[in-house]
């Protein structure tokens, strides 16, 4: 007997349909509002990413065994993760609308995974799934390198902060953002899938992609996701300890592309790397004393100073009271929109930001920062909070990172959150997720045609099982 699932054809195609337009509501917005849509339209993925999940897993009925296992677990680690978040607003007296946008910045991305693991993805309407979301990504491509050729020569409009801000695809805003970094990122995630697992096309033009996604990260002077990719390499390297053929496969062409980069950083006449150069040649910044360590660290400094009792160790400052995408940015970019709904901020996100404003190294480079995700989440839930998101993490790493390009992606995506608040950006996490639920159905898919390949065929085989509902005719979900 096949152990997979039943499902109502009208249903599931309805369902994956609406993945892909929960989806597209994540990563298209910033896009309307750069040419002038309303500021929250920004936020209508809130609503509808959740509801859209709740849809496909309230009409989808599993019976494979590995797709419940997953699911239930990855429920159950969202639910540690909202409980922890609650009981640090309770602790904190922060406002309920803190809490509820600081859940939804963290778990939205594994909640969209959890409608993802939901809906069945086989055949045709894999590749048709697919097509859709490697589409959203090559458009962000695309527009990134347009933006690169006419935004200089003024045939594309800019909207403040640096040329190179504005080079940022689908994710540029105004005044200038981390939307560079979030493009390119996603760009290189998009190549490098399609690199490996689209089969179909030809073989100069996944080296192109993977060309033009690098290409877009240099013109975007994102020196901090390079960074952040290559340390992501390196953990993916490390996780093949248990087999050592593999860390050489990965180890040699990594020492070989340092010492090609150190040779090149120390070659003047090489300009291009000359962004590089003005960092790695000044070691006294990184020092326990230097500019680039007491800046980075401050926020370890500042917030425990804010603790009224023990408690605060556990459960932090409260939602949004710390260094979190939503207390370091979003309260106050968005200030008219969410103070009626009753947020609250905490003098400590000023305090580590004013560090910035009085220094100078995090106005040269955003790698320095003192703002970012993970002493965000440290800094808002204390350390119930982040055991609570790491067990969220171990769910996805055990359940769906069973390829390199997966692990790359969680690795490095991790990584980036130690550099700025990356790591809760919706357009870039629910990408992520994206991808790790497409290469999901993938390996099921691919495992079913092993198992079927497998089976001898016999004349019993042309009867219809009898596994109850036929396969795409179940009376529920």
Request: with cysteine; charged share 15%; net charge positive.
């Amino acid at each position: 007997m096949y152990d997979r699932p039943l499902y109502k054809q009208k249903e599931s195609v309805g369902n994956a349909t609406l993945i892909l337009a929960a989806f597209a509501t994540a990563f298209f917005p910033r896009l309307f509002t750069y040419f002038g849509a309303p500021a929250p339209l920004n936020f209508v993925h809130f609503i509808v990413v959740p509801t859209v999940s709740l849809i496909a897993i309230a009409t989808t009925k599993i019976t494979n065994r590995r797709q419940i296992n997953l699911f239930q677990e990855l429920l159950f680690a969202c639910g540690i993760l909202f409980t922890a978040t609650l009981a640090s607003t309770i602790v904190t007296q922060a406002g309920v609308a803190n809490m509820l946008l600081q859940y939804m910045l963290l778990t939205e991305p594994f909640i969209l995974l959890l409608g993802i693991i939901a809906i069945p993805l086989t055949g045709k309407r894999l590749e048709q799934f697919k097509t859709w979301i490697i589409g959203f990504g090559l458009s962000n491509l695309g527009l990134a390198l347009v933006q690169s050729v006419l935004m200089p020569i003024g045939l594309y409009p800019r909207r403040g902060g640096t040329l190179q801000d504005n080079i940022a695809g689908v994710f540029a805003s105004g005044s200038g953002s981390a939307g560079n970094y979030i493009s390119c990122t996603v760009s290189i995630y998009f190549a490098l899938y399609i690199l490996n697992f689209s089969k179909c096309v030809p073989i100069w033009l996944k080296y192109s992609l993977v060309a033009a996604s690098f290409y877009q990260a240099y013109v975007s002077d994102s020196k901090q996701v390079l960074l952040g990719l290559l340390l992501g390499f390196f953990l993916m390297t490390l996780s093949k300890v248990e087999n050592p053929g593999k860390i050489l496969k990965y180890l040699i062409p990594l020492v070989l592309f340092l010492a090609v980069f150190v040779w090149a950083l120390k070659n003047p006449d090489i300009q291009f790397l000359s962004a590089y150069r003005n960092w790695t040649n000044r070691a006294h910044l990184y020092s326990f004393e230097g500019d680039a360590f007491q800046t980075k660290t401050a926020a370890f400094r500042i917030i425990p100073t804010h603790y009224d009792s023990a408690l605060n160790w556990l459960f932090g400052l409260g939602p949004g009271h710390s260094v979190s995408r939503l207390g370091g940015w979003m309260i106050k970019k968005y200030a008219d929109l969410l103070a009626p709904l009753g947020v609250t901020l905490h003098p400590a996100s000023d305090q580590v930001f004013q560090v910035v404003r009085d220094g100078w190294i995090a106005k040269e480079s955003t790698i320095f920062f003192p703002l970012f995700t993970w002493a965000g989440i440290w800094g808002d839930l204390g350390l119930v909070g982040l055991f609570s998101y790491l067990y969220v993490c171990v769910v996805v790493w055990r359940g769906l990172c069973q390829d390199d390009v997966c692990r790359f992606m969680v690795l490095s995506t991790a990584v980036l959150g130690f550099m700025l608040t990356q790591m809760e950006e919706p357009g870039q996490m629910l990408t992520v997720v994206c991808l790790l639920g497409l290469r999901w159905h993938e390996r099921q898919a691919e495992r079913q045609s092993v198992v079927q390949a497998e089976t001898p065929q016999s004349p019993l085989s042309k009867r219809k099982p009898d596994f109850g509902p036929p396969l795409l005719e179940g009376t529920g979900g």
